[in-house]
């Protein structure tokens, strides 16, 4: 398998040549050149696979550059149940009929970055130890991307971390798990600024070419092509899940969005053939894509018009990944998609009305939630299910009932839990009048010594933070 840029500048690579690399040198996102097709008999044989199994199976169809034993050594050690604390990874439940839950945030962080992000750490380290080099990955995070990166890379020889993070706009306990922890080569930044903020002083220090290659820049965040396709397997393990109970019922996914990420990975599954419905990417206030499936009109908002919300991991005004799915719908016109980002970063605005026929049938539909209608579907799933679900996945929940009810989605809907509630305490204390349990081992991480630098949103100063390490 190889792979290309979206803005078609970049000369074909392997998958372990885009895992180290963050934006393309064009600018843009590594995607596959073409998408393996899944038929009817290899989505049988996969159905009873264990997790770490249907990883495998999934990841060698996208990468040919690591030997089957070794990535099949490297999948078993990041999905594990001593990592996930539960054998399925990703176990399903329902709160009725026709609307279950997969859980993603069985991992450290309470988190689905979790899932992506353990297997990266592997796979860094087995390339990069292989190649004998170093890496200094600079993220951003609004939170749950940054914990999710450092405990991933906790003890890893060949790996710093510089995380960026909003400062004052993570919960204590998101913040606890960051700053708490105390690692010689994991250095937390809060940027007095927003979370665009933080991604912009990522994307110019990539720009920086002479900087990038002398401090060997890497990337963690959403655009890594590594990341989507981790994310990938568990639509289908989702899919398989609820299958054998549901036949004849179609299958939909409602994602709570922020990057385009998360969806996008379920994008694919769907082009490799994966039976998937409707995708529904589910925004809170910050409704940019909302927008964009309601009238094809892609509106970017500037970092001081992005509201801060109690669905802090969505609040995004331009969403990165949503570049890969622009290409797609314009049939891989990469001239173009350059022309339509150059016009975003000079209006920020485009237009894809004349696609529309070709938005609808990429499957994609979209609903937004309000803080309030956050917290009644939290009330109502914890009296109806006994089920405590945290706001961003009260976000998924709540548009696809909304859409259940409008009778525009009919069949099986499974919502992602995108995080434990332990980790929004007090979102759910609003919510429910009561704190929720937290897993064992997390009871006091807000007690600890915080490491952490705050600084001005200013790239030059995180390039000597990093030049004085690196
Ligand atoms: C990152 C995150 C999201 C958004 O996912 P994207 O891949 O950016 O769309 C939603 N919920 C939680 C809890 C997250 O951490």
Known sequence: MKYISTRGQMSEKSFTEVLLMGLAPDGGLAIPKTIPQIDSDLLNQWQTLSYPELALAIFQLF???????????????????????????????????NTAILGLSNGPTLAFKDIA???????????????NQRLNIIGATSGDTGSAAEHAMIGKSHINV????????????????????????????????????CQDIVKAINADADFKEKYHIGAVNS????????????????????????????????????????IYAGFIAKQMGLPINKLIVA?????????????????????????????????????????RYVYHIIGGDSKKLADLWQQVEKTGYFDLSAYANKITDSGFISGQSRHQ??????????????????????????????????NKLDGLVICLETALPAKFEETINEALGQIPPRPTGYENIENTDKYVTVVDNDADIVKTIVENKG
């Open 63 to 97: 990468i040919d550059d690591i030997p089957t034993d070794d990535l099949s050594a490297l999948v078993h050690r990041a999905y594990s149940k001593k990592r996930f604390r539960t054998d399925d990874i990703t176990p399903l439940r329902y709160l009725d009929d």
């Open 117 to 131: 992000m353990q297997m990266i750490g592997e796979l860094f380290e087995y390339v990069l130890n292989k190649n």
């Open 162 to 197: 510089f995380m960026l993070s909003p400062h004052g706009r993570m919960s204590p306990f998101q913040q606890a798990q960051m700053f708490g922890l105390n690692e010689p080569n994991i250095v937390n930044i809060a940027v007095k600024g927003v979370f665009d903020d």
């Open 223 to 262: 655009i890594n092509w590594a990341r989507i396709l981790a994310q990938v397997v568990y639509y289908f393990k989702g899919y398989f899940a609820a299958k054998n109970k549901h036949r004849g019922k179609t299958i939909s996914f409602c994602v709570p969005s922020g990057n385009f990420g998360n």
């Open 283 to 323: 925004t809170n206030e910050n409704n940019v894509l909302n927008e964009f499936f309601d009238n094809y009109k892609y509106n970017i908002r500037p970092p001081e018009k992005v509201y801060e919300t109690s669905s802090p991991s969505m609040d995004i005004g331009k969403a990165s990944n949503f570049e």
């Open 373 to 406: 209608d956050r917290l009644a579907t939290i009330k109502e799933t914890f009296a109806t299910a006994k089920d405590i679900i945290d706001p961003h996945t009260a976000d998924g929940v709540y548009v696809a009932r909304q859409l259940q009810k409008s």
